[in-house]
């Protein structure tokens, strides 16, 4: 039997301070935006990134990899600065398999 579950990632805590709308970028063009938005969000990455893993620790092989997950990627390069609502992070996929003729002892 093969189980296939998809899992949402919460990236909102994230990315919540880097909409164009929020205030500390009102005013700005595109390259201010870019320059405070990644001033903004590189503190942010390695507490998340280490979140992340940890959940994703919970849910490890026997041998302890990630090789029944896969992410669903967009079909789009991801450098694009017109990206509207894209989140490469937003889902993974994972496939259990299972032989259920196998006796139960």
Known sequence: AIIISELNIDTWKFVRDLPRYNRQYCGLNDTEY????AETALPMVESFME??????AL??????????????????????????????????????SFDMSAAFS
Not at 51 to 56: P, Q, S
Request: glycine share 10%; proline share 0%.
């Open 34 to 37: 870019e320059k405070v938005a």
């Open 51 to 56: 979140e992340l893993v940890d959940e994703l």
């Open 59 to 96: 849910q490890l092989d026997d041998d302890g990899t990630c090789n029944n997950f896969f992410q669903i990627a967009a079909m789009q390069s991801g450098n694009g600065t017109d990206a509207k609502n894209g989140n490469l992070l937003g889902q993974l996929v994972q496939v259990s």
